[in-house]
T-cell receptor, first 111, second 110 residues
Framework: DAGVIQSPRHEVTEMGQEVTLRCKPI?????LFWYRQTMMRGLELLIY????????DSGMPEDRFSAKMPNASFSTLKIQPSEPRDSAVYFC?????????FGPGTRLLVL | GENVEQHPSTLSVQEGDSAVIKCTYS??????FPWYKQELGKRPQLIID?????GEKKDQRIAVTLNKTAKHFSLHITETQPEDSAVYFC?????????FGSGTQLTVLP
């Protein structure tokens, strides 16, 4: 298996633009997590899904953030409109049990 | 919710010495405690984990200890090597949701 796949790996956008981050979990993993990592706040859980259903989105910072998982092999995290304080590395992770496997991350810079 | 505190935030050791990183957690129902290593610009990767029914676990130069009564767990790295230099995160969970500590930047000096 190729592991968790994320795209794009880098994204530079201007404030106010819509940003869509994509994730393909490892096949057979029924849990998918979205994290945000910054120097100030560390690794924060934004939302997670079980069998494509959102279980806990209490970490989503604002209504500007939304996440979907239309099927078992694809998830998106959307920010609309983006702001400079959204600049961070966004990780997707998946697991069939306890061990979470992280993707390579998307480095987002909002100017 | 769960709160995980990790210390120290930075740790420098001489090559060959041991390194110890400590974490405390708040939720007594937490039952799974993984440790992740993150090299600069890379993804976090699991290096060792322990469950609440075990007090200690070893894997070559890495060991983790858990004290459920005191609600703390520690990572021990022996015979440190330059490639051990990275940020280490502890985490705690019950169920599938991990709460991470703030990380420890470990530097192994040659």
């Amino acid at each position: 298996d190729a592991g968790v796949i994320q795209s794009p790996r880098h994204e530079v956008t201007e404030m106010g633009q819509e940003v869509t981050l994509r994730c393909k979990p490892i096949s057979g993993h029924d849990y998918l997590f979205w994290y945000r990592q910054t120097m100030m706040r560390g690794l924060e859980l934004l939302i997670y899904f079980n069998n494509n259903v959102p279980i806990d989105d209490s970490g989503m910072p604002e209504d500007r953030f939304s996440a979907k998982m239309p099927n078992a092999s694809f998830s998106t995290l959307k920010i609309q409109p983006s702001e400079p304080r959204d600049s961070a590395v966004y990780f997707c992770a998946s697991t069939p049990g306890d061990h979470q496997y992280f993707g390579p991350g998307t480095r987002l810079l909002v100017l | 919710g769960e709160n995980v505190e990790q210390h120290p935030s930075t740790l420098s050791v001489q090559e060959g010495d041991s390194a110890v990183i400590k974490c405390t957690y708040s939720d007594s129902a937490s039952n799974y405690f993984p440790w992740y290593k993150q090299e600069l610009g890379k993804r976090p990767q699991l290096i060792i984990d322990i469950r609440s029914n075990v007090g200690e676990k070893k894997d070559q130069r890495i060991a983790v200890t858990l004290n459920k009564t005191a609600k703390h767990f520690s990572l021990h790295i022996t015979e440190t090597q330059p490639e051990d230099s990275a940020v280490y995160f502890c985490a705690a969970s019950r169920g599938r949701q991990l709460t991470f500590g703030s990380g420890t930047q470990l530097t192994v000096l040659p």
